[in-house]
């Protein structure tokens, strides 16, 4: 698996310096940034990794950005088109290579690219990491910090994927703020404002102290499996959907406006056809209870199947606005998961307008009729209320009684349910 194997290689040289009786922790507190203001809601967009890994092209990335801007996502709020790993010329140290494109792969450069863009309405993104190589042994931006961030500024990029590689995982947190710090300040100095995704495998307690260095997203947990729920984590290594959602809870109160707990690009309609990525795939339901929980507890939306080619179920499940509504409600206030048992789960959210989110998730097999009640789930005072289903895109009725509803396996209903006052 590439990601490990690229540990090996790796050494970054303010940890060296650490380890061999260097000040990490006075590096540290010169990191001292603010925030750039960007990512008020979670960024929502695409990335190349885990459908097409190292094969990437100007080609695929143009149809890309036209299959985005044409099929219904870029209206439904989608706006970033991501390089992952591989855009560059070079495998090997940094100290051996500078850091450029492949011209062969993009051979009219990242600005061509960039500008187109920008021209159909979208922002382009791209990656590198702290290390002299990145997980897949590009070369990395290790002591080249100011360099690369006035170099993606000039080339018009908009966001900054930032990769560890699962490295430091035992590092005293000082050097881990200040590999992210040192490039955070140098994105932070361009004009051009570059949304920043700390991609850390949600090691060294990053949530609690991200937002502060001017991060916008970190990764709460390794690599995202093609898989609904597999028995431990294939290879030792890659988290599914449920797992994912596990991680998250007690996270939730780290998120907010501007810095966003990650959950991994989605896997929606990979169906286990990924030329790179791990996975068995899931089914429609499950990618739809992927997208919902996503929504629900603020991760960016980052889709990852091929745009040109979506099915007609994935591109229903992409560009849900109604699910879309809750990930970017203005107030930013991730799902809680408010009960668990047997396999059955009630997510809930405050909405900016008062209304509240519900998701109902069944993990287990059979057909289970899930209840929930607004006074002692979500303790809200209200004595009537509207449903309304965000999948059927139905109001179901004004309660003044729990709501139950029929909920068949791996699927999440989800609702908004608003209040209605006694006076209407
Ligand atoms: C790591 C990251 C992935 C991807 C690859 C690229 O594994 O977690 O999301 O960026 O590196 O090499």
């Given at each position: 698996m590439r990601?490990?194997a690229?540990?090996?290689?790796?050494?970054?040289s303010?940890?060296?310096?650490?380890?061999?009786?260097?000040?990490?922790?006075a590096?540290?507190?010169?990191?001292?940034?603010?925030s750039n203001?960007?990512?008020l809601?979670?960024?929502?967009g695409w990335?190349?990794?885990?459908?097409?890994?190292?094969?990437?092209n100007?080609?695929?990335?143009?149809?890309?950005?036209?299959?985005?801007?044409?099929?219904?996502?870029?209206?439904?709020?989608?706006?970033?088109?991501n390089?992952?790993?591989?855009?560059?010329h070079?495998k090997?140290?940094?100290r051996?290579?500078?850091?450029?494109?492949?011209?062969?792969?993009?051979?009219?450069?990242?600005?061509y690219?960039?500008?187109?863009?920008?021209s159909k309405?979208?922002?382009?993104?791209?990656?590198?990491g702290p290390?002299q190589?990145?997980?897949?042994?590009?070369?990395?931006?290790?002591?080249?910090?100011?360099?690369?961030?006035?170099?993606?500024?000039?080339?018009?990029?908009?966001?900054?994927?930032?990769d560890?590689?699962?490295?430091?995982?035992d590092?005293?947190k000082?050097?881990?703020?200040?590999?992210?710090?040192?490039?955070?300040?140098?994105?932070?100095?361009?004009?051009?404002?570059?949304?920043?995704h700390?991609c850390h495998?949600g090691?060294?307690?990053?949530w609690e102290?991200?937002?502060?260095?001017?991060i916008?997203?970190?990764?709460i947990?390794?690599?995202?499996?093609?898989?609904?729920?597999?028995?431990g984590?294939?290879?030792?290594?890659?988290?599914?959907?449920?797992?994912?959602?596990?991680?998250?809870?007690?996270?939730?109160?780290?998120?907010?406006?501007?810095?966003?707990?990650?959950?991994d690009?989605?896997?929606?309609?990979?169906?286990?056809?990924?030329?790179?990525?791990?996975?068995?795939?899931a089914?429609?339901?499950?990618?739809?209870?992927?997208?919902?929980?996503?929504?629900?507890?603020?991760?960016?939306?980052?889709a990852?199947?091929?745009?040109?080619?979506?099915?007609?179920?994935?591109?229903?499940?992409?560009?849900?606005?109604?699910?879309?509504?809750?990930?970017?409600?203005?107030?930013?206030?991730?799902?809680?998961?408010?009960?668990?048992?047997g396999?059955?789960e009630?997510?809930?959210?405050?909405?900016?307008?008062g209304?509240?989110?519900?998701?109902?998730l069944?993990r287990?097999?059979?057909?289970?009729?899930m209840?929930?009640?607004?006074?002692?789930?979500?303790?809200?005072?209200?004595?009537r209320?509207?449903?309304?289903?965000?999948?059927?895109?139905k109001?179901?009725?004004i309660?003044?009684i729990?709501?139950?509803?029929?909920?068949?396996?791996?699927?999440?209903?989800?609702f908004?349910?608003?209040?209605?006052k006694?006076?209407?």
């Open positions: 990601i490990r690229a540990l090996l290689f790796f050494c970054f303010l940890t060296c310096a650490a380890t061999g009786g260097g000040a990490p922790a590096v540290a507190t010169e990191q001292k940034v603010t203001g960007l990512a809601t979670p960024p929502m990335s190349s990794w885990n459908n097409f890994a190292e094969n990437i100007e080609t695929l990335l143009m149809e890309t950005i036209d299959a985005m801007a044409t099929n219904g996502m870029r209206d439904a709020g989608y706006q970033y088109i390089l992952d790993d591989g855009w560059q070079y090997g140290n940094r051996d290579h500078p850091l450029e494109a492949d011209p062969v792969k993009f051979p009219h450069g990242i600005r690219l960039s500008d187109y863009a920008h309405g979208l922002k382009l993104g791209i990656y590198s290390g190589m990145t997980c897949a042994g590009y070369t990395g931006s290790e002591g080249h910090e100011k360099e690369d961030a006035a170099l993606f500024a000039s080339w018009g990029i908009d966001h900054l994927k930032y560890s590689c699962c490295s430091h995982k590092a005293p000082a050097v881990v703020q200040a590999i992210f710090g040192t490039m955070s300040k140098a994105l932070l100095a361009q004009k051009h404002g570059i949304v920043f700390a495998c090691w060294s307690d990053i102290w991200a937002a502060g260095l001017g916008n997203h970190w990764r947990g390794q690599d995202i499996s093609d898989d609904f729920d597999y028995p984590n294939r290879e030792g290594y890659y988290f599914d959907i449920l797992d994912m959602i596990d991680r998250g809870v007690g996270l939730e109160k780290y998120a907010g406006p501007g810095h966003w707990n990650d959950y690009m989605m896997v929606v309609g990979l169906k286990g056809k990924s030329a790179d990525l791990v996975g068995a795939g089914s429609n339901v499950e990618y739809r209870t992927h997208f919902s929980l996503w929504a629900m507890v603020n991760s960016p939306l980052l990852s199947a091929d745009l040109r080619h979506l099915d007609s179920d994935t591109l229903e499940t992409l560009t849900n606005t109604e699910i879309i509504a809750l990930n970017q409600d203005p107030l930013g206030k991730p799902a809680q998961r408010v009960r668990s048992a396999g059955l009630v997510f809930a959210k405050e909405l900016a307008d209304s509240m989110a519900v998701a109902l069944n287990g097999s059979p057909t289970a009729d209840t929930f009640n607004v006074h002692k789930d979500f303790n809200l005072p209200w004595t209320y509207q449903v309304r289903d965000l999948w059927r895109h109001d179901l009725g309660y003044d729990p709501y139950t509803a029929e909920v068949i396996s791996h699927e999440a209903r989800v908004r349910i608003s209040e209605i006694a006076d209407r």
